[in-house]
């Protein structure tokens, strides 16, 4: 498992433990076990444990301690007698919803705070979604009441949450600047060390205005859960995935402790979750955002409108959670990392010969045999580019039919192609949208991507032409089709393959190619790479596919000459065919290219099908010479 991934894991389980503490701390107030208190019995219960576990390190440390212990001290105030102390007490006067959704500004607390200590960089997106996150926090601990706002009268409750919000941004903050060398439980440790100095004053505070601690078992059992989930385990998790991936990604898991925090508290407790609170959390967790589309917005503000209209909720009830939603969009929403709109040309696959997987756009068999030519296919395609690969989402807006080499043209059909009177299995025809998805990702010298495709066949199946019966018209099917591509180098050795499954064109079937490519670089000590190709072909449909063997020829001059030459032979029908194309650049103004097809099927004895016999009058030599144009 990659460090991120567990770094992940180590989040999702201080969040978790964290809500559970808000969870516990609630019925210690049902208990009346006094706030500060049990924050007090709380650490000095987890130094008594960590002490047998962190006191060598602590000896062996007491130089470097010595010399961090100003940051080491500062981080235990806030956390340990501030941060812990303030929730407990909070809990007392307002929600564990609300409790939990104040905490949704610690990412934004503590981008600012990164920035302004020059750790993390921040833009103006992030700076304005803070503005609008502020704006909307206000929403909630007003319950949507703007007069609330204007006369300042707000829950304390929630108002002492806001002081929560920015000890735990200052905590996250230096504990990415300042990499301590020691254990995560000897920094603990530490920090509890000198919290409790600051808790001992708190105890007696309690004391002197009557909060007396009945020691019964409810106050066990809840200091028993505080003392080893949200002290240890959770501290101990956070730390550990801070210093993996950063103090802006790390707080971004707070997110999940409203998601915990509510189901706990809505089941336990049956406290109420209002549309504010729904619509503010929703966004905040879910990550929506603009590129969620103008769809969803428009949908969302439907069901806020209605709301009001059913007077289910206040205006500004739902006004206050499209604020925190839209805040919260600029600074949380992962981005999509691209969108293409228009017409473009995708290339799928890692093979030489025959492009199995290869199926976004349609090819132009006029202007070359080989399908390496496409027509552009007019798309939207959606791109994230992560860590775990990159995913590609098509959405195809239309169909482009096949265009096919004429009566003088190479290489030729054996019956005249009926071009201008296609047959669609879709109802929509040319017009239907096809939707296609690929994943790839890299793995060391091991590349590997996983496709699908849905829509409308770009290779036709042929029937005769309903209006010339002398012709023949191209059948485009419906279709879907998986597709696994993968290519391992060795060294100077590349080992290829890509394999099918499509539906749709009468029974299922499976065709795949596969093979390897082998390149000597420099030969006989000169600047020549000679590459040799072998691949051969599989195709349900086919009695017998042929392999190919072939060389490339890579000059590495000044005029990029490049020759490519092969043979295919089928074994079964004994055909054998040659190919050949070339390239060179002529000077600064020209260029020219040479391709050609020699197809051999002499041997007339052998009765099996041939591949090559509709070919067998079209072998041809093409010499394309191009001037361009310009200074």
């Not at 390149?519 to 006989?524: E, H, R």
Request: net charge negative; with cysteine; glycine share 6%.
């Amino acid at each position: 498992m990659s460090k991120k991934y567990l770094a992940y894991i180590f989040l999702i389980l201080a969040a978790l433990f964290w809500s559970g503490n808000f969870i516990v701390g609630k019925f210690a107030t049902l208990f009346q076990i006094p706030p500060l208190t049990l924050n007090v019995f709380r650490w000095i219960s987890v130094w008594f444990i960590l002490i047998p576990f962190t006191y060598k390190e602590i000896y062996n440390n007491l130089p470097y301690i010595k010399k961090n212990w100003l940051v080491i001290s500062f981080m235990g105030v806030i956390t340990i007698s501030t941060f812990n102390s303030v929730v407990y007490f909070a809990l007392n006067y307002t929600q564990v919803i609300n409790a939990v959704l104040m905490l949704a500004a610690i990412p934004a607390a503590t981008i600012v705070l990164s920035s302004l200590m020059k750790i993390e960089k921040t833009n103006i997106f992030q700076i304005l979604g803070l503005l609008l996150s502020i704006i909307g926090i206000g929403s909630i601990i007003s319950n949507g009441d703007i007069q609330k706002i204007i006369s300042l009268s707000f829950n304390k409750g929630d108002l002492w949450m806001l002081v929560c919000v920015v000890t735990w941004s200052l905590y996250t903050t230096l504990l990415k600047k300042h990499k301590f060398k020691f254990s995560q439980f000897t920094l603990i440790q530490l920090m509890v060390s000198v919290g409790i100095l600051f808790l001992i004053p708190q105890f007696f505070y309690e004391k002197s205005i009557g909060l007396e601690l009945n020691l019964n078992k409810a106050f066990f059992l809840i200091l028993f859960y505080v003392v080893v989930f949200p002290a240890i385990a959770a501290y101990y998790c956070w730390q550990k995935g801070v210093q993996i991936i950063g103090p802006n990604r790390s707080t971004m898991f707070v997110q999940l402790m409203p998601l915990f925090s509510a189901v706990m508290a809505i089941i336990i407790f049956k406290e109420k979750f209002e549309l504010y609170h729904f619509t503010g959390a929703a966004f905040i967790e879910k990550k929506y955002g603009f590129h969620a589309g103008i769809p969803a917005y428009l949908l969302a503000s439907y069901v806020g409108w209605s709301r009001v209209d059913a007077n289910k909720h206040d205006y500004w009830d739902v006004v206050g959670g499209i604020i925190v939603g839209y805040g919260s969009a600029y600074i949380f929403t992962t981005p999509i990392n691209k969108i293409k709109l228009g017409i473009s040309k995708e290339f799928w696959g890692v093979t030489e010969t025959t492009h199995r997987v290869d199926i976004i756009n349609q090819i132009d068999s006029s202007e070359s045999f080989d399908g390496e030519e496409k027509l552009g296919q007019p798309m939207i395609k959606i791109s994230y580019d992560e860590d775990w690969g990159l995913l590609d989402i098509y959405a195809l807006i239309g169909f482009r039919e096949r265009t096919f080499s004429g009566i003088n043209g190479r290489l030729r059909m054996p019956m005249t192609i009926d071009s201008d009177n296609p047959i669609y299995q879709s109802s929509l025809k040319n017009k239907r949208v096809d939707f296609a998805i690929r994943w790839s990702n890299y793995y060391d010298e091991l590349e590997v991507a996983l496709s699908h495709f849905s829509g409308t066949s770009r290779e036709p199946r042929y029937l005769q032409s309903r209006k010339d019966l002398s012709m023949i018209s191209p059948l485009y099917e419906l279709i879907d089709q998986t597709g696994i591509e993968m290519q391992y180098l060795w060294g100077s050795l590349a080992i290829k393959a890509e394999v099918i499954s499509r539906s749709g064109q009468e029974d299922r079937f499976t065709a795949a190619t596969y093979g390897f490519e082998y390149t000597q670089v420099g030969i006989l000590d000169t600047r020549i790479d000679l590459g040799w190709v072998i691949e051969a072909n599989h195709d349900d449909r086919l009695e017998s596919s042929p392999a190919v063997v072939g060389t490339r020829i890579t000059l590495n001059d000044i005029a990029d000459t490049q020759v490519l030459s092969g043979f295919i032979y089928n074994e079964r029908s004994e055909e054998l065919g040659f190919l050949l194309e070339a390239s060179r650049r002529i000077g600064n103004c020209c260029s020219i290219s040479i391709e050609g097809m020699y197809f051999d099927d002499t041997n007339e004895d052998n009765n099996q099908f041939k591949l090559f016999q509709f070919f067998k009058e079209d072998d041809f030599l093409r010499i394309e010479l191009i001037y361009y144009l310009g200074d």
